[in-house]
């Protein structure tokens, strides 16, 4: 590593996270990008006015709109350990609406589905959402999916891979655009992949 790259790594091992994964190693190529990307994660993960049972359900959304491996992997035992319940995580993992009990989950769910699908949300779900946690909890909800979103991006685009002995928890479901090859011609020109040292 460079000097600047030692220096953020460092900071990221000795805060919160303990250790250097997921979508900090590809941007751990740029210092300065991977800097304000683990104090925006940090905060987002672990300082927002949203209880972490929310959070977590916000990202597992997240993970399933771009079936993105790693990402569920981690957040499912965060959400499990942060209490959200089988039936829910089950029903997302398979691409269902789940069946809730609490008002509040459903409120966040429908919230993160409809801006990870549409880019948009209703009037009555922003209203019921931001009723519930008020304009800063609203605002960081907004932006805990946004960042997930690049999350998932990015350990999808650089083939990060699961931690060693792990399984690959999400199904593909129908529809799925990467579920045949698409654009091979444009892979041609780059037989080495993504592993070459021109990446």
């Given amino acids: 590593m460079t000097p600047d790259q030692r220096r953020v790594y460092d900071k990221v091992v000795s805060g919160p996270r303990g250790v250097v994964v997921g979508p900090l190693r590809a941007a751990l190529h740029s210092p300065k990008l991977a800097d304000s990307w683990q104090q925006l994660g940090a905060f987002l993960r672990y300082e927002t006015s949203l209880p972490a049972r929310f959070s977590e359900l916000a990202i597992l959304v997240t993970a399933r709109r771009w079936n993105c491996q790693l990402e569920w992997s981690v957040h499912e035992a965060a959400a499990r350990k942060a209490g959200l319940g089988d039936p829910l995580i089950e029903a997302i993992r398979w691409g269902r609406r789940p069946a809730f009990d609490d008002p ?47 999350v998932a991006m990015t350990l999808n685009a650089h083939q990060i891979p699961l931690p060693e002995g792990a399984e690959a928890l999400l199904p593909r479901l129908p529809n799925d655009p990467c579920q045949e090859p698409v654009g091979e011609e444009l892979l041609a020109s780059n037989p080495a992949g993504r592993g070459s040292e021109k990446d």
């Fill in 104 to 150: 509040d989950e459903a409120g966040i769910y429908e919230y993160s589905r409809q801006l990870q699908e549409a880019g948009q949300v209703s009037d009555e779900v922003y209203q019921r959402v931001r009723e519930r946690w008020d304009v800063v909890g609203i605002v960081e909800l907004t932006a805990l999916l946004g960042y997930y979103a690049m």
